[in-house]
C-alpha cells in the first residue's frame, strides 16, 4: 500500500508525533493552518469518511475522544475544532481518513 500516512503511522517516514497507541496515531501537521493543527490517523487504512462503516464506528468515536483529549493537552481551553475533509470538493488530498484536530486562534465559520 503506498500510502504517506501509513508510512508515517508506521514510522517509515518521519513526523512530530504527538500521539501513538494500538489503534492510532497523531501528528503535527506539516502545513500548519492554526497554531494548533494535529492530526489523528487510524492505523488501519481507510481511504476516507466515504469508505468507513459500521465496523469503523467504535474507531471514529475514538478519533474525536482522543481530539479532544489533545486538544485539552494542548490547554486549548478557548475552543478548538475537529475537521474531517471527504472527497475532491471538500480539500481531501490525502486518501487516508484523518482528523484535523485546530486550535489556538479564533476559527471563521463557515469553513472556506
Ligand atoms: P486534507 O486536505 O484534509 O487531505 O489534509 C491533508 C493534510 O496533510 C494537509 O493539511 C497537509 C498534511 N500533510 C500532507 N503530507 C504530509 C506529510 O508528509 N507530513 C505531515 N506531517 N503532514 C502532511
Redesign the pocket.
Known sequence: MDC?FCK?AAGQ?P?RKVWEDARIFA?????PAAPTHI?LIPKQHISGLDAADGSHDELLGYLQRMAAHLARERRLAGGFRTVV?AGPDA????FHL?V?LLGGRSLGWPPG
Not at 501528528?27 to 502545513?31: T, V
Open positions: 504517506i508515517i517516514i513526523s501528528f503535527e501537521d506539516l502545513h492530526l475533509n480539500g481531501q488530498s490525502v484523518h484535523h
